[in-house]
């Protein structure tokens, strides 16, 4: 098992940053791939960005793509989505994930383990 608690979430203006975090325990953290999705109201849950195991590649949905940047710390067990140049369709429910298998990383369905989510919302 491994559970995962993000923070980070919380208002702020159009144009502005913030930074979730999303801290790991249970098994190792460093075999997981780990991703980002969101959830907008009336929306279905959509990919933002995921990073390999080893940190030195990262994938990204086009609508965030130079504005968001993803990482990791294996050291402690944490990942992080760094959102700059924030807009107001970013606002939803943001939620970190982590999965096993290598490939397809937008794929909701091959993540095994979810967190419970932190809000985000941008207000214009």
């Known amino acids: 098992q491994v559970q995962l608690v993000e923070s980070g979430g919380g208002l702020v203006q159009a144009g502005g940053s913030l930074r979730l975090s999303c801290a790991a325990s249970?098994?190792?953290?460093?075999?997981?791939?780990m991703g980002w999705f969101r959830q907008a109201p009336e929306k279905e849950r959509e990919f933002v960005a995921a990073?390999?195991?080893?940190?030195?590649?990262?994938y990204y949905a086009d609508s965030v793509k130079g504005r968001f940047t993803i990482s990791r710390d294996n050291a402690k067990n944490t990942v992080f989505l760094q959102m700059n140049s924030l807009k107001p369709e970013d606002t939803a429910v943001y939620y970190c994930?982590?999965?096993?298998?290598?490939?397809?990383?937008?794929?909701?369905?091959?993540?095994?383990?979810w967190g419970q989510g932190t809000q985000v919302t941008v207000s214009s």
């Open positions: 249970g098994r190792t953290f460093s075999n997981y791939v």
């Open positions: 990073i390999t195991r080893s940190g030195r590649s990262t």
């Open positions: 994930a982590a999965r096993r298998s290598d490939s397809n990383y937008p794929d909701q369905s091959g993540y095994d383990y």
